[in-house]
């Protein structure tokens, strides 16, 4: 079975809404991937954001499409179904996303880092910085949080309700204060 694609978008919401929520599940070690296919299965909308990641192996270069963020996969669904989330036992919490238009825009611009192909890892932590906005390139008008590291401009793309952030290298050039 061929790997999923490295992103994917966000899951279109009925038109009438339909009761339709953000949740966050905490995984079990290692079982994002196992959860999104039974979600999937089921019927529940899910998003998981992957990334590229290529390693040498005894001389090949195998290329693998892992969790940006390990441990969690995100899902849109009514309060109902959330029982059928449990029943996959892949499941260790799950979280009520209190501010649902903040974090769908918030998931929205990691799932678009993505898809511009830029390098996205995981920031460990999201520490205190300049908020600032990116004015060129193709990230162009998302706001960020900078970071530097060893001499490196990064931009960190929160996800605040699970104190996570994924990094993005822009150059300084392309960032004014907010």
Request: proline share 8%; net charge negative; with cysteine.
């Amino acid at each position: 079975m061929a790997e999923p694609n490295a992103t994917e978008t966000l899951p279109t919401p009925p038109p009438d809404g339909g009761g339709v929520e953000w949740f966050v599940a905490h995984t079990r070690p290692r079982c994002e991937k196992k959860l999104e296919h039974y979600c999937r299965r089921e019927g529940i909308e899910t998003t998981l954001p992957l990334y590229r990641s290529v390693r040498k192996y005894r001389g090949k270069t195998v290329v693998f499409f892992k969790p940006l963020f390990p441990g969690y996969v995100f899902l849109r669904m009514e309060r109902r179904q959330r029982q059928k989330v449990f029943q996959s036992d892949y499941v260790a919490n799950l979280l009520e996303v209190p501010d649902q238009e903040e974090f769908e825009q918030q998931l929205e611009d990691i799932l678009f880092a993505l898809e511009q192909e830029v390098e996205v890892r995981l920031a460990p932590t999201i520490g205190p910085g300049m908020r600032v906005r990116i004015k060129n390139g193709p990230l162009q008008g998302m706001e960020a949080w900078v970071e530097n590291r060893k001499g490196m401009t990064e931009v960190l793309l929160r996800l605040d309700f699970i104190g996570q952030a994924a990094a993005v290298k822009v150059s300084a050039e392309d960032l004014e204060p907010i």
